[in-house]
């Protein structure tokens, strides 16, 4: 079956550590997104790609880093200069960006940071 | 600049009651209008939308939502509510040729028995 697979699904992070999420799709989608959930703010975009070795800022990208050297692959780095990493953190894709097209979401990773 | 407003942040309804889940939204173009379903630590669903066809857009497991310019709400409903329909609701906007989504702070149901 085809979709996005995160892992790992809970992760936990010491202060001053740089942590790596994955985030896998075999939907051939262009475009790819990370989106951080927290309780009652809906999902804030971090990063998006439209397209391999390409990728741009959403609306909260400091403190995390990203690459998109495959099609199918777009990790996210949540680096120590996150001061509040603590977050559900989703990963996304669709056909191509555009509006027209929906997305298709992974199950999350949550991370805590200890 | 588009925004969208989720006007409840908890809803809930007797199991075999109709649903009902309001967003407005907020857009200078012709927007694309979305509902996702999230259920607890999953990722999001999508349950229907809207692209500038018919008005009123059916979706899966029984949702539908209405499209109303005049009114700039694209609220979601259901005939008769059932246990499994909890879970917290995204409305999301997009305006054409843009990357981005918009989403709502959400919606959360509850089923009770």
């Known amino acids: 079956d085809g979709g996005i697979t995160q892992s790992p699904k809970y992760l936990f992070r010491k202060e001053g550590q740089n942590v790596t999420l994955s985030c896998e799709q075999n939907l051939n989608h262009d475009a790819m997104y990370w989106y951080r959930q927290d309780p009652g703010q809906g999902l804030r975009l971090i990063y998006y790609?439209?397209?391999?070795?390409?990728?741009q800022k959403g609306d909260i990208a400091e403190g995390y880093s990203v690459s998109r050297e495959k099609k199918e692959s777009f990790p996210l780095t949540v680096t120590s200069a996150q001061k509040n990493p603590t977050a559900f953190y989703l990963c996304?894709?669709?056909?191509?960006?555009?509006?027209?097209?929906?997305?298709?979401f992974g199950s999350g990773t949550r991370l805590t940071v200890v | 600049a588009q925004s969208v407003t989720q006007l409840d942040s908890h809803v809930s309804v007797s199991e075999g009651t109709p649903v009902l889940l309001r967003c407005n939204y907020s857009s200078s173009y012709s927007p694309s209008l979305f509902w996702y379903v999230q259920h607890p630590n999953k990722g999001l669903q999508l349950l229907l939308k809207y692209t500038s066809a018919a008005t009123l857009v059916k979706g899966i497991n029984g949702f539908e939502a209405e499209f109303k310019k005049s009114e700039t709400s694209f609220h979601l409903t259901k005939p008769s509510a059932h246990m499994s329909d909890a879970a917290e609701y995204f409305c999301?906007?997009?305006?054409?040729?843009?990357?981005?989504?918009?989403f709502g702070t959400g919606t959360r149901l509850k089923v009770l028995a």
């Open positions: 996304a894709s669709s056909i191509a960006s555009g509006t027209n097209y929906g997305y298709t």
């Open positions: 790609s439209q397209i391999v070795n390409d990728f």
């Open positions: 999301v906007v997009s305006d054409t040729g843009t990357y981005k989504y918009i």
